[in-house]
């Protein structure tokens, strides 16, 4: 793996781990000025003034279910961006299993500037997987070790 596909990783378990500890503003400054993200609802926001608004917003509104997650790749676009691949999971509250209904797959594009690694994009989108149930029941197990071990990211 390059150096520059351990950088995008990292951005990606930092994000991670902010929403995970549910600490809006840490996840926000790791976007870059026009950074922007699409949530599993669809919501979307530009900017890390705005990205941060949104997650007080959803971090107020009702506790979260944490993150668990595994990338799956990465893959340089160029110049100095990464693209990151993964497959994630939630885990509700007071919950220790994962809640397939949440199984999401998660795309980030993290770019190098003149500040370092930042993202540019970060999409959340649900893998509900219509029909397939046997997909569903995949994701899931493949997630469950991480689950399991307390793993946020692997």
């Not at 996840?27 to 926001?45: E, H, K, P, V, Y």
């Not at 110049?79 to 509700?92: E, K, T, W, Y």
């Not at 540019?120 to 997630?143: C, D, I, K, M, S």
Request: charged fraction near 25%; aromatic fraction near 6%; charge should be negative.
């Amino acid at each position: 793996m390059t150096d520059p596909d351990l950088q995008a990783r990292d951005l990606y378990q930092q994000l991670i781990e902010s929403w995970n500890e549910r600490r809006p503003d840490d996840f926000a400054a790791l976007f870059a000025t026009d950074g922007a993200i699409i949530g599993f609802d669809g919501s979307q926001a530009d900017g890390a003034d705005e990205i941060a608004e949104h997650l007080r917003g959803v971090f107020g509104d009702h506790p979260t279910a944490r993150y668990v997650a595994k990338v799956r790749s990465t893959r340089p676009l160029g110049g100095d961006c990464v693209l990151v691949r993964a497959i994630v999971g939630m885990i509700p509250p007071g919950a220790e299993r994962l809640k397939p209904e949440t199984n999401a797959l998660q795309t980030l594009i993290a770019q190098r500037g003149a500040d370092g690694w930042r993202i540019a994009l970060f999409q959340n989108t649900p893998a509900q997987y219509h029909g397939r149930p046997e997909l569903v029941e995949a994701h899931t197990a493949e997630l469950e070790p991480l689950a399991t071990a307390g793993t946020a990211v692997r």
